[in-house]
T-cell receptor, first 116, second 111 residues
Framework: KAGVTQTPRYLIKTRGQQVTLSCSPI?????VSWYQQTPGQGLQFLFE???????NKGNFPGRFSGRQFSNSRSEMNVSTLELGDSALYLC???????????????FGPGTRLTVL | DQQVKQNSPSLSVQEGRISILNCDYT??????FLWYKKYPAEGPTFLIS???IKDKNEDGRFTVFLNKSAKHLSLHIVPSQPGDSAVYFC??????????WGAGTKLIIKP
């Protein structure tokens, strides 16, 4: 079974631009979550989608948005990029929600975004 | 304020010895904890978990201990192997079923 895939793997943008990242979950998984990882900060939760609906949202500004399609694939968009948006963006899929005692998230390799 | 804290950014251990990674949390309502392992250029992978009804969970070389009164958990790796060199994240599940992550500890296994 193929794992979680994220495209692109690396991206360089300049301040003020916008970016769209893509995530394809494991086949059959209906929940997709997005995280931002910066050095020393661990993973910060961005949002979670299930069946095309945003279930939860983290504490990020409105410049960060996302969506999920009927095939469970998800995209996240960051508009008006700032230098501080440089980070590794990780997508994770799980079979169902909520995350229960037997359910775990499976992560993709991430997209490394650099904002110049 | 970080609800899950991993106070050691890095840890260096001799191959064959025990590695102990620590994690503290502030919210006594957390009742399920997970450890993830992350190699460079890869996403985190699930390692081991523990429910608050237990104080220990073991899986091969990996054992997680939970001390609820101290709001502390630890991951023991015995014996440590070179392939264990990675960043280890501690995470807790909150009341909204979201994962709250620690900042990670980089484990280096020396030959």
């Amino acid at each position: 079974k193929a794992g979680v895939t994220q495209t692109p793997r690396y991206l360089i943008k300049t301040r003020g631009q916008q970016v769209t990242l893509s995530c394809s979950p494991i086949s059959g998984h209906r929940s997709v979550s997005w995280y931002q990882q910066t050095p020393g900060q661990g993973l910060q939760f961005l949002f979670e989608y299930f069946s095309e609906t945003q279930r939860n949202k983290g504490n990020f500004p409105g410049r960060f948005s996302g969506r999920q399609f009927s095939n469970s694939r998800s995209e996240m968009n960051v508009s008006t990029l700032e230098l501080g948006d440089s980070a590794l963006y990780l997508c994770a899929s799980s079979l169902n929600v909520p995350i229960g005692n037997t359910d775990t998230q499976y992560f993709g390799p991430g997209t490394r975004l650099t904002v110049l | 304020d970080q609800q899950v804290k991993q106070n050691s950014p890095s840890l260096s251990v001799q191959e064959g010895r025990i590695s102990i990674l620590n994690c503290d949390y502030t919210n006594s309502m957390f009742d399920y904890f997970l450890w993830y392992k992350k190699y460079p250029a890869e996403g985190p992978t699930f390692l081991i978990s523990i429910s608050s009804i237990k104080d220990k969970n073991e899986d091969g070389r990996f054992t997680v201990f939970l001390n609820k009164s101290a709001k502390h958990l630890s991951l023991h790796i015995v014996p440590s192997q070179p392939g264990d060199s990675a960043v280890y994240f501690c995470a807790a599940i909150d009341s909204n079923y979201q994962l709250i992550w620690g900042a990670g500890t980089k484990l280096i296994i020396k030959p």
